[in-house]
């Protein structure tokens, strides 16, 4: 199975700070690969499909990038509502995996 | 409206059984690929098992063998059986839709919470 890891596990940012959260496949995924978003007592929501298309109706200052088995997600200028949990997500071959998850934290 | 509701969580012991329900309206359940997610409490997000329009299932090897997904077209519900659980099964389960094309979950039920414990 493929394994999913991010880094970091926790972030401590400012609002209007830009922030970056990696993400390592074990293997070569090419761009199949999804951000969520998860805040505390909710269900997850899709934020970056395919690396780096972003999902109808998510604000343009979430971009995803990478291919093979580095990603990146980024959020250009942090709102109040960007604080919460991030996770990635993997297809390959009927399975799929997730990172560990980022928390993002006001600083 | 797209929705999808689950049910069914409870307390239950090593070794029972338990069976999930996901109501789903705004969109036909077998015209869609359909899976489970869980979340254990202070862990990540892990995939469970996933329903293929053919109706082919596949499973993650920590419930392969013990866990069984799927739906009642009558009824346009997905179901996840849980057979043998373990104190490691206690988690939040989620019902998502995966984007067909697109392996992805977009959209996803509130959730229900199962906690396997003596």
């Known amino acids: 199975d493929i394994q999913m890891t991010q880094s970091p596990s926790t972030l401590s940012a400012s609002v209007g700070d830009r922030v970056t959260i990696t993400c390592r496949a074990s293997?070569?995924?090419?761009?199949?690969l999804a951000w969520y978003q998860q805040k505390p007592g909710k269900a997850p929501e899709l934020l970056i499909y395919k690396a780096s298309r972003l999902e109808y109706g998510v604000p343009s200052r979430f971009s995803g990038s990478g291919s093979g088995t580095e990603f990146t997600l980024t959020i250009s200028s942090l709102q109040p509502d960007d604080f919460a949990t991030y996770y990635c997500q993997q297809y390959n071959n009927y399975s799929y995996t997730f990172g560990q998850g980022t928390k993002l934290e006001i600083k | 409206e797209v929705q999808l509701v689950e049910s069914g969580g409870d307390l239950v012991q090593p070794g029972g059984s338990l069976r999930l329900s996901c109501a789903v309206s705004g969109f036909t359940v077998s015209y869609n690929y359909m899976s489970w997610v869980r979340r254990a409490p202070g862990k990540g997000l892990e995939w469970v098992s996933i329903l293929y329009r053919s109706g082919s299932a596949y499973y993650a090897e920590s419930v392969k063998g013990r866990f069984t997904i799927s739906r009642d077209n009558s009824e346009n519900t997905l179901y996840l059986q849980m057979n043998s659980v373990r104190v490691e099964d206690t988690a939040v389960y989620y019902c998502?839709?995966?984007?067909?094309?697109?392996?992805?979950?977009?959209?996803w039920g509130q959730g229900t919470l199962v906690t396997v414990s003596s």
């Open positions: 998502a839709r995966v984007e067909i094309g697109w392996y992805v979950f977009g959209d």
């Open positions: 293997q070569s995924i090419s761009t199949w």
